[in-house]
């Protein structure tokens, strides 16, 4: 399908942006932060980011033609009790320190280890 300016669409292109985008989000640093670490154009990846929602508004092909009886389908669904699905882990805590190495905390880290790691790190000579 062509874009804006009758472009066709790259959809591996538009996914790597997609999963950017994501990683942006989880690492929880600005984007200006985040582009600076991943040697990304804030404005390319603001406008990315502005550009993917304007295309999940837009309605697909898909919605446009009526459906048919061919495309219909149950699928089959499997009820899970929720207390018995183990929970999630909780996601590492990743550290981009000023000096420059990245630091990631898995759940179930001892503080005081995690004070002195971070007293030695913050003491090394620039």
Do not use: Y
Not at 99 to 115: I, K, N, Q, S
């Amino acid at each position: 399908m062509a874009g804006r300016g009758g472009k066709r669409r790259d959809p591996a292109g538009e996914e790597s942006w997609r999963r950017t985008i994501r990683k942006r989000q989880r690492s929880g640093l600005s984007v200006r932060d985040f582009c600076r670490r991943e040697g990304l154009k804030d404005w390319t990846l603001r406008w990315w980011r502005q550009e993917l929602i304007r295309r999940d508004q837009e309605p697909s092909d898909n919605t446009r033609a009526e459906p048919t009886g061919a495309s219909l389908a149950f699928l089959p669904v499997q009820v899970v009790d929720p207390e018995g699905v183990p929970p999630r882990p909780a996601p590492a805590i990743e550290t981009l320190l000023p000096a420059g190495p990245t630091m990631r905390v898995h759940h179930g880290f001892d503080p005081r280890t995690l004070g002195d790691v971070l007293a030695v790190l913050e003491a090394r000579p620039c």
